[in-house]
């Protein structure tokens, strides 16, 4: 299935080898910005959803090591 989409390059590199995908350059100037996971500051002290954090942090750190990815995951609150 074709698809496009627009991420920073260093994680693009990484997974582009782990499933054989294509890289181009984009048409137009993107500024460098880090990839956040966004959430309410309501939810920030509940249990459901720092555990829904934690665990998807955890599975990026893994998909990040099993195609030997050098790239790191901050866990900044």
């Known amino acids: ?20 995908l294509e890289i181009s350059e984009p048409p137009i100037a993107l500024p460098a910005d880090p990839m956040t996971m966004l959430y309410r500051r309501v939810d920030r002290a509940d249990g459901r959803s720092v555990w829904f954090r934690r665990l998807f942090v955890d599975v990026v750190e893994g998909a990040l ?12 609150a």
């Open 1 to 20: 299935m074709p698809a496009i989409a627009t991420i920073p390059e260093s994680f693009a590199r990484c997974i582009a080898q782990w499933h054989g």
């Open 65 to 76: 090591k099993a195609s030997c990815c050098s790239m790191t995951v901050s866990k900044a």
